[in-house]
C-alpha cells in the first residue's frame, strides 16, 4: 500500500515542480507577489510528496516486497533492518529520489527563512531551485524507476554487497549527497543574483552557512569513505585516486577555493567574477562526480554499470547548466567590477588568490587524470592509465604549498605587508618550524615530504596558538575576564574566523596523519599455530604477534566465518588478544577479509589473513593443518587523519552555530581595511574591536 | 594597470608550474592499459618495452588459480577475453582483493599492473577485480533479473 501511495506521490511531484517552476520565474518576472507566494507553496508541497516517495522506497525494503526490481537487487530477508532503511540510497534508483528528498528539504528550509528577506532574490532562487528538482523527479520517473515492478516476485532478495554492509559506507554517501545538495542553494543564490542584477555581496552573504554546512557535508563524506575503505578493503590505505575517490573530491576543493575567496570579496571588493565563477564550478562539480559515480563511463574498479542513458543526461545538465551560467555571467561583467586593484604579493589577497590557485590546481589535475585515459583513447586509440604514482606526484607538493599558505594567509596584512609586519608575525613560528626541522631530523626523520608536512604543520599550528594567545590575553586585559571566561568570548564573537582556525589546525593533523604513510611497516609470513611473527614500529618498539589458533563459525548467510587468534605483545609485554577473519558469504557469494585493528594514539597494528591454506585443516579443526599466510602492518600516524576530521568538525560547527557571530553588515555592503577580519599589521588581538555590527547572521 | 600586469604574469606562472607537474607527472608514470593480445603483441614488435610497466586486463581462466605455500605467490592464468586462446601466466605475491574468486559459475574480470619477465610469465605488483562495486550491488545479473530467468 505505502510503495504504491510512494509511487503516486512522484508522478505527483513532476507537474507541480515544473508548474512552481513556470509560477516562480513568471511571478519574479511580473512582480506578482501571489505567484511567487504559490511558487514557494510548491516547493513545499514537493518535499512532501518527495518524502512520502522515500517512505515508501523505505517501507517496500522493510516488508520484503522483492516484487520490486530495486528492492530485489539490494536486500534480501536476511539483511538486517538498519541496512534496509539504508536502502534508500544503496544503489542508484533510491538515491535519486533521496537527492530529491534533500534538495527539496533544504529548498523548503531555504525559503522559509528568507519569507520576510531578501524577497528580490526568491522568486529566481526559488525557480532555479525548481528546476533542479523537476530535473531529479523527471529522472526519477522515466528513466531510473524506484518501484518498477519485475512481473513476479521472488522469494527472497539478491541481497547487499557485503562490503557496504558497514556502518562507515551506511553514513558516507549520505553524507555526500548532503553536502552536494545542500551546494544547490548558494548556486540558486548566485543565479537569482545574476538574474536580477543584484550583485553585491548579499548573495553570498545570506548563503554562507549553507556553503559552510556543504562544505562540512562533503569534508566528513571524504573521511567516512577513507575509513571505509581503510576498514573493509583490506589493503592497509585509505585513498586510492579512483575515479570514484576521486569524484567525491572534486566538489571539495572547488568549494574549499570559494569558501577562502570570498573573503577578498567581503574585505577587499575584488574577485567577484572569480567568486560567481567559483560557485557555478562547485555546481558543475557536484554534478560531475554524480555522473563520474553513476556513469561507470570512467575506467573504475568500484564503478561498474555501464549506463550510458544516465551519463549523458548528466553529461547534458552539465552543459546546460554551464551554458546558461556563462551567459548569465557574460551578460552582468559591468555589474562585476573589482573596486580595488591588487597591490602586493606580499599581502593577504596574494595568498588568499594563491591558496586558490593551488586548490583549482590540485582539482584540474584530479580531473585531468580522471579524463587523460579517455581523452587519449579518443584521440590515439591506445588506452592509458594513470595511477596513484601520478596523482601523488603532481598533489603532494601542491598540498604542502597549501599547508604554508594556511600558516601565512591569516595573519598576513592586507593590500601590502611591510617587513616590520612579516617580522612580527612569522619570525617566532619559523625559528620554533626550525627548531622542530632540526628535532626530527636528529630523531631519524628524513623522508623530504613527510618532514616538510610536520615542519610545516608546526609553523601554522604556532601561528594559530599565537592568534588564538594574543586574542584571550587582549581581551582578557581589557574586559577584566579570565583567560578561559575571555577565550570562549573571544571564539563567541567571531566563531567565523576562531572556527576557521581550529579547522585549520584538523587539517594540519590530517596532513600529518597522511605524512605517516612515508613509514609504512609490512610484514608477510606464513604461520603455523603457535608461532609468531615480529613487526617493528617506525616508532621504535617492536609488536611480537602469536598466531595462537584458527576457528570456525557460521553466523547467518556465510558459508564460513574464518577466524585467526593472536596474541600481541609489545617489546614483552602482552597486549592481549586480536582476531582477524575470513568471511566467505553466501548471498551474494563473496569472500571478505575482516581486518584486525589494534589501534594506539599514534599508530595502527593492522592483521589481514591472506587465506588459509587447507581447507581440511578448518572443517575437521586440525591445528596441524592449519598454516595461513598472514599480512601484519604499523601504519603510524593513521588514527591521526580520524582525529583531524572530528577538529574539522568541532571547528566547522563552531561557524555554523546560529545566531550572532559573525561581524558581517546586514546588507551588502563590502567591510573596509580597519574592520577586516584581522588587522594583520600591529596587534592581531586588536580584532576585538570588531565593530561587528551587531547583525545576526542570515541564515540561508 | 602595473599592479593588474604583474598580477597575471604571477597568475600564467602559477599556471605554468601546475602544468609542468602535470605533463612530467603524466609522462613519468603513465602506463599503457592493454589486453593479453595488445600486450604480446607490443612487446613482439618492441622487444625493449619488456621492462616497462603495463596495465592489463582480462579475464581469469576458470580454475588456474594456484596458491604456492612455500613461496607465498599466488598464480592464476588470464585470457583475452576477445580471444580466449591468448593467455598469460601471472604470479603475484600481496593479498588478492577479496573480490577475487575463482569460482567456474563466475565471470572475473581482473586488472593487474606489472610488468611481463622473459620467460613470458606477468609479475604483478597489483591486482584488482571487477565484480560488483562500492555503490552497485552486483549489477552484471541486472539483465538476468530482468528477463525473469535464473533466481537463486
Redesign the interface.
Known amino acids: 500500500m505505502i510503495p504504491a501511495l510512494g509511487e503516486f506521490a512522484l508522478w505527483i511531484a513532476l507537474p507541480v515542480a515544473l508548474w512552481g517552476c513556470a509560477l516562480a520565474f513568471l511571478g519574479g518576472a511580473w512582480s506578482r507577489g501571489d505567484l511567487v507566494l504559490s511558487a514557494e507553496r510548491c516547493t513545499y508541497a514537493i518535499f512532501f510528496l518527495v518524502a512520502v516517495a522515500s517512505a515508501g522506497i523505505i517501507t517496500a525494503f522493510v516488508q520484503d516486497r522483492y516484487e520490486y ?1 530495486y528492492v ?3 536486500s534480501s530477508r536476511e539483511l538486517l533492518t538498519f541496512f534496509k532503511i539504508a536502502g534508500l540510497w ?3 534508483r533510491g538515491s535519486i529520489v533521496f537527492w530529491a528528498l534533500n534538495l527539496s528539504l533544504f529548498s523548503s528550509i531555504a525559503i522559509w527563512f528568507n519569507r520576510d528577506r531578501n524577497r528580490d532574490l526568491m522568486p529566481y532562487v526559488n525557480g532555479v531551485l525548481l528546476a533542479l528538482l523537476s530535473f531529479f523527479i523527471a529522472i526519477s520517473i522515466f528513466v531510473q524507476p524506484p518501484f518498477e515492478l ?3 516476485t ?2 527472497d532478495g ?4 557485503p ?2 554492509q558497514n556502518y562507515w ?1 551506511t553514513m558516507h ?1 549520505p553524507m555526500l549527497y548532503l553536502g552536494f545538495t545542500s551546494f544547490s542553494i548558494p548556486f540558486a543564490f548566485a543565479m537569482a543574483a545574476l538574474m536580477t542584477g543584484h550583485l553585491d555581496a548579499r548573495w553570498f552573504q545570506v548563503t554562507r552557512k549553507w556553503t559552510l554546512s556543504s562544505w562540512l557535508f562533503l569534508t566528513v563524506g571524504v573521511i567516512l569513505g577513507m575509513r571505509w575503505a581503510y576498514e573493509e ?3 592497509g590505505g585509505y585513498w586510492f585516486w579512483d575515479p ?1 575517490e576521486n569524484a567525491s573530491l572534486l566538489p571539495w576543493l572547488v568549494a574549499t577555493a570559494f569558501l577562502h575567496s570570498v573573503m577578498i570579496q567581503e574585505n577587499r571588493g575584488m574577485l567577484k567574477v572569480w567568486n560567481m565563477g567559483l560557485v557555478i564550478l562547485t555546481f558543475l562539480m557536484t554534478i560531475f562526480a554524480t555522473f563520474l ?2 556513469s561507470g563511463l570512467i ?7 555501464q549506463n550510458l542513458t544516465i551519463a549523458w543526461i548528466f553529461l547534458g545538465c552539465l552543459g546546460v547548466v554551464a551554458a546558461i551560467s556563462t551567459v548569465l555571467v557574460v551578460w552582468r561583467l559591468p555589474l562585476m567590477q573589482s573596486e580595488r ?3 602586493s ?1 606580499v599581502s593577504r589577497e ?1 595568498a588568499f588568490l ?1 591558496n586558490n ?2 586548490l583549482l ?1 590540485i582539482a ?2 584530479v580531473t ?2 580522471v579524463m ?2 579517455l581523452l587519449t583513447e579518443g584521440l590515439t586509440g ?6 596513484p ?2 596523482f601523488n ?2 598533489n603532494i ?2 598540498g604542502l604549498v597549501l599547508l604554508a599558505l594556511m600558516g601565512i594567509g591569516p595573519v598576513i596584512a592586507w593590500r601590502k605587508a611591510t617587513p616590520r609586519n612579516l617580522k612580527r608575525n612569522f619570525l617566532f613560528p619559523i625559528v620554533v618550524a626550525g627548531v622542530v626541522a632540526a628535532v626530527l631530523f636528529e630523531m631519524g626523520v628524513r623522508h623530504a615530504y613527510a618532514l616538510l608536512t610536520f615542519v610545516l604543520g608546526a609553523f601554522v599550528l604556532t601561528i594559530i596558538l599565537i592568534e588564538f594567545w594574543k586574542g584571550t590575553r587582549a581581551r582578557a586585559r581589557i574586559e577584566a575576564e579570565n583567560p578561559a571566561i575571555a577565550l570562549v568570548h573571544l571564539v563567541r564573537r567571531n566563531r567565523q574566523r576562531w572556527g576557521g582556525y581550529i579547522v585549520h589546525v584538523g587539517i594540519v593533523v590530517i596532513f600529518m596523519g597522511f605524512a605517516g604513510k612515508a613509514y609504512d611497516v609490512e610484514v ?1 609470513q ?1 604461520l603455523m599455530p603457535g608461532e609468531s611473527m615480529a613487526v617493528l614500529s617506525p616508532f621504535g618498539h617492536e609488536y611480537e604477534l602469536t598466531y595462537e589458533s584458527l576457528s570456525t563459525s557460521r553466523p547467518q548467510n556465510t558459508f564460513a566465518v574464518v577466524t585467526a587468534l593472536f596474541t600481541v605483545r609489545q617489546d614483552g609485554a602482552d597486549l592481549g588478544p586480536l582476531t582477524t577473519e575470513r568471511q566467505f558469504v553466501l ?7 575482516e581486518v584486525g585493528i589494534r589501534s594506539t594514539i599514534v599508530e595502527d597494528l593492522y592483521l ?1 589473513m ?2 588459509n ?1 587447507d581447507e581440511v585443516g578448518i572443517v575437521e579443526n586440525r591445528p596441524d593443518l592449519q ?1 595461513a ?1 598472514f ?1 601484519a602492518m604499523v601504519n603510524p600516524l593513521v588514527p591521526w587523519i580520524w582525529y583531524g576530521g572530528l577538529i574539522v568538525v568541532v571547528g566547522s560547527l563552531i561557524g555554523l552555530w546560529p545566531g550572532a557571530g559573525l561581524p558581517i553588515p546586514r546588507h551588502g555592503g563590502e567591510r573596509t581595511e580597519s574592520d577586516g577580519l584581522a588587522p594583520g599589521d600591529g596587534d592581531s588581538g586588536s580584532s576585538e574591536h570588531d565593530p561587528a555590527s551587531g547583525a545576526p547572521a542570515a541564515v540561508g | 594597470m602595473r599592479n593588474d600586469r604583474r598580477f597575471f604574469v604571477g597568475l600564467i606562472g602559477v599556471a605554468g608550474v601546475v602544468g609542468y607537474l602535470i605533463w612530467t607527472g603524466i609522462s613519468d608514470t603513465m602506463l599503457y592499459f592493454v589486453t593479453p593480445s595488445e600486450l604480446l603483441t607490443r612487446i613482439a614488435e618492441n622487444p625493449q618495452s619488456v621492462a616497462q610497466a603495463w596495465r592489463v586486463s582480462g579475464k581469469l581462466v576458470p580454475s588456474s588459480y594456484s596458491y604456492s605455500k612455500t613461496e607465498l605467490l599466488h598464480r592464476f592464468v588470464v585470457e583475452d577475453p576477445a580471444d580466449p586462446s591468448t593467455r598469460v601466466d601471472v604470479e603475484f605475491r600481496s593479498p588478492l582483493p577479496d573480490t577475487f574468486t575463482d569460482s567456474p559459475d563466475m565471470e572475473v574480470e581482473v586488472v593487474m599492473e606489472g610488468t611481463l619477465r622473459s620467460d613470458h610469465v606477468f609479475e604483478a605488483t597489483e591486482v584488482l577485480t571487477k565484480c560488483g562495486s562500492r555503490y552497485e550491488a552486483m549489477p552484471k545479473s541486472e539483465s538476468v533479473a530482468l528477463s525473469g530467468g535464473r533466481i537463486e
Not at chain 1, 299 to 305: D, I, K, R
Open positions: 526490481w530485489y537487487n539490494y544503496a544503489g542508484q519485475l512481473g513476479f521472488p522469494a539478491r541481497g547487499l554487497n562490503q557496504l559506507m554517501p578493503l583490506g589493503w570514484v559515480t553513476r575506467e573504475s574498479v568500484h564503478s561498474f554499470a586593484q591588487f597591490e604579493f596574494a594563491m590557485l593551488i590546481g584540474f589535475t585531468w587524470g587523460f585515459p591506445s588506452k592509458v592509465a594513470v595511477g604514482p601520478f606526484r603532481v607538493p601542491m608477510r606464513s548471498a551474494p557469494p563473496q569472500t571478505m577479509t589481514l591472506v587465506l591454506q598454516r599466510t599480512v
